[in-house]
Every structure is written in C-alpha cells, then in structure tokens.
C-alpha cells in the first residue's frame, strides 16, 4: 500500500491514447494524494449533459472521435486553473496549441508540470474501451473485466447507474486513436525537448496497482523538478 506521506507535490499532465488508464490513474492520485484533476473530457460532457452551448457545440464533435477546437478547451481549463493545490491535467494538452498555452497559463502561477506519457500497445485499447463502464458525475470507470463494480452497472460509491460512453464504440474508437497519433503524439517530442526535459514514461500495460506504484516513484523522482 502506497503512503501519502511519500509523494513529492508536483503538477502532472497525463498524455497517452484513450483507453491508456489516464483517467484512472488520476482519480487515485487526487482521492489518495489530493491531486486537483482536470480533465477536459469529464468537463465536456458536464456540459453537454447540462446542455449548455459548449456542450450543443462539443457533442457532435465528441461522438464523431475529433478534437474540440482549442480556443474553446483552453478557456475552459483557464477558468479551472484558479486557487490553490497540485493540480493533475487529464486529456489536455492534446496539441501543441494547447501545450503552448499551458505553458503561458503556468508560466503566469509560477509553476511547470511534468509530463507522464502512457506507454501502452494500440491492440489492447478497443478491449479495454469497449469493456469500459462510466459513472458519468464523477467521471469514475469501471472495466466489466479488469476492474468489475462490486455490482455490475452500479457505481460502488454512489450506487448510481454506470453506462458505456457514446464515443466507445469501435469504429469511434478507431477514429480516436488515429486523431491520437495525427495531433496529440507530437506532444511527445514537445515536452520531450532535449533543451528542457519534461517527460517521463510509465508501463500502462501492467495492472492498475502497478502503474500507481511506478507513477508515485516517478513522481518522487521528479519532485523538484516540475514544481
Ligand atoms: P477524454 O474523455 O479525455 O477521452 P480519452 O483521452 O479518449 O481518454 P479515455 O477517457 O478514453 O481513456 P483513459 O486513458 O482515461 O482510460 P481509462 O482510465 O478510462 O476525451 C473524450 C473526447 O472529448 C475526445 O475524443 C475529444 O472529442 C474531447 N476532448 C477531451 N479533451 C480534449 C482536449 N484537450 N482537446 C480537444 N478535445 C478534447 O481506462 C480505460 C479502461 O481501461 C477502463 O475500463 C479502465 O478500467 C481500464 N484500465 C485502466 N487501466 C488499466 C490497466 N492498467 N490494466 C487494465 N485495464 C485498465
């Protein structure tokens, strides 16, 4: 079991494909550690499930696979930045716009971020997509095979309904993962700049517990540098 007492406070952005365990590595970090996690894609469908014009303009974009145009996410991270706390970006930067303007945001608060890049084999994502359950208000996941509710369909915290995403599908799947490599995977060289060295790499092919075990170190390695 991993203590609180050893993580080093730092920002993190999490890249890596959908399905690579982003989202689930970030809720533990931010229920154990206290993490702020921002995550673009859960703040997208609060709003295309309060039907604000964010959403009615999101919607048709998130179910088709593509990106949301980047002036829209950066104001909406901007506006989420405020107040204190190591805050933990989960989905963004997904291009090198919205790194640059990360860059600029962060650069105003003093601060930097680390980039914990996803390693993971591009077969094994439909699977765990298409076995993914959501609770959609927390944005908690479940997988019916690897990571089961105690209740199939029930969210073991709230025992709300789970559903499957509208953009799992397979074929939107597919989709996703070729604009991942079109627009998100040269953030890799981004962050990964010999000049300024910001990433770090992790297995997301191990088990979930695993891959917290070897975030929390290299968190610890990397303490100081993105603070
Ligand atoms: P978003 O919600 O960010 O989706 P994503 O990046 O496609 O990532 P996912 O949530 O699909 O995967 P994840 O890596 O979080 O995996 P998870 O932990 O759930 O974005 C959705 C859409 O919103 C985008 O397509 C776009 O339209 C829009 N959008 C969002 N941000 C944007 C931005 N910045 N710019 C423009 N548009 C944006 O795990 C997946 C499954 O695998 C789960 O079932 C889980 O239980 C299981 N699992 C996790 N880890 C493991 C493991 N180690 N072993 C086995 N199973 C595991």
Redesign the pocket.
């Given at each position: 079991m991993i203590n609180a007492t050893e993580v080093s406070v730092v920002n993190l952005i999490f890249l890596?494909?959908?399905?690579?365990?982003?989202?689930?590595?970030a809720q533990i970090l931010a229920q154990r550690f206290g993490f702020r996690q921002l995550?673009?894609?859960?703040m997208?469908?609060a709003n295309v499930a309060a039907d604000t014009a964010l959403g009615r303009e999101?919607k048709p974009?998130?179910a088709s696979?593509?990106?949301?145009p980047?002036d829209l996410?950066v104001r909406m991270i901007e506006a989420e930045m405020g107040g204190s706390g190591e805050l933990l970006f989960?989905?963004?930067?997904?291009?090198v716009e919205?790194a640059r303007a990360l860059d600029a945001l962060l650069a105003r608060k003093h601060a930097s971020a680390v980039a914990v890049l996803?390693e993971v084999d591009r077969d094994v994502l439909v699977d765990?997509?298409t076995?993914?359950?959501t609770h959609l208000p927390s944005g908690r996941?479940?997988?019916e095979r690897?990571?089961p509710p105690k209740v199939a369909g029930i969210d073991d915290v709230t025992g709300e309904p789970l559903v499957q995403r509208a953009?799992d599908k397979a074929e939107t799947i597919r989709t996703?993962l070729d604009?991942y490599d079109e627009q998100t995977k040269p953030l890799i060289a981004y962050y990964d700049d010999p000049a300024d060295p910001r990433l770090v790499t992790v297995d997301?092919?191990?088990?979930?517990e695993t891959?917290t075990a070897r975030l929390v170190a290299l968190i610890n390695d990397n303490g100081q540098a993105g603070r």
């Open positions: 890596g494909p959908p399905g690579a365990g982003k989202g689930t590595q995550s673009t894609g859960d997208l469908r999101a974009i998130m696979g593509a990106l949301v980047d996410i989960d989905g963004f930067p997904r291009t919205q996803f765990r997509l076995g993914r359950w996941v479940y997988n690897t990571a953009d996703r604009v997301a092919l191990a088990p979930i891959v």
